[in-house]
């Protein structure tokens, strides 16, 4: 959602200073803009949470499992990564064999797990425009 609100508040600004000649006014129209579509994205994140606990409260392990399933493989793959990669490459030099051991891309696995913990830029962008309550 970031991406796509920081790509379309410039062309918003661009329009507004065109459409209102007073900066003041046109200034004014950008932030309530900002604020509206930063509290439209709480209110989907809100929603989200609503199903979240639906799904979590599930009898069923393939509704209810399919996160916390996610969540222990972003676990071993950052353990891999970070504590068993080295640890075995150390290992393997150790012994003087010549195993290529498995690479994990960290981006793609660090980028999921921030988004499952919560950890999007949405409150980043509310500081960087003073929209903060």
Not at 10 to 38: C, G, H, N, Q, Y
Not at 60 to 65: A, N, R, T
Not at 78 to 104: C, H, N, Q, T
């Given at each position: 959602?970031l991406?796509?609100?920081?790509?379309?508040?410039?062309?918003?600004?661009?329009?507004?200073?065109?459409?209102?000649?007073?900066?003041?006014?046109s200034?004014?129209?950008?932030?309530?803009?900002?604020?509206?579509?930063i509290?439209n994205s709480?209110?989907?994140?809100?929603?989200?949470?609503?199903?979240?606990?639906?799904?979590?409260?599930?009898?069923?392990?393939?509704?209810?499992?399919?996160?916390?399933s996610?969540?222990?493989?972003?676990?071993?793959?950052?353990?891999?990564?970070?504590?068993?990669?080295?640890?075995?490459?150390y290992?393997?030099?150790?012994s003087?064999?010549?195993?290529?051991?498995?690479?994990?891309?960290?981006?793609?696995?660090?980028?999921?797990?921030?988004?499952m913990?919560?950890?999007?830029?949405?409150?980043?962008?509310?500081?960087l425009?003073?929209?903060?309550?």
């Amino acid at each position: 959602m970031l991406p796509i609100l920081t790509s379309i508040l410039p062309m918003i600004s661009t329009v507004l200073d065109r459409v209102i000649p007073d900066k003041e006014a046109s200034a004014k129209a950008i932030r309530d803009i900002e604020a509206t579509l930063i509290e439209n994205s709480a209110q989907i994140n809100l929603a989200q949470l609503e199903i979240n606990k639906v799904e979590a409260g599930h009898k069923s392990i393939w509704v209810s499992g399919w996160r916390p399933s996610i969540g222990w493989c972003c676990s071993l793959g950052i353990f891999w990564a970070y504590i068993g990669r080295p640890v075995a490459d150390y290992a393997v030099v150790m012994s003087g064999s010549d195993i290529i051991l498995p690479e994990i891309p960290t981006d793609a696995l660090m980028e999921l797990t921030f988004a499952m913990l919560g950890m999007a830029g949405l409150r980043t962008f509310e500081k960087l425009k003073n929209i903060s309550r």
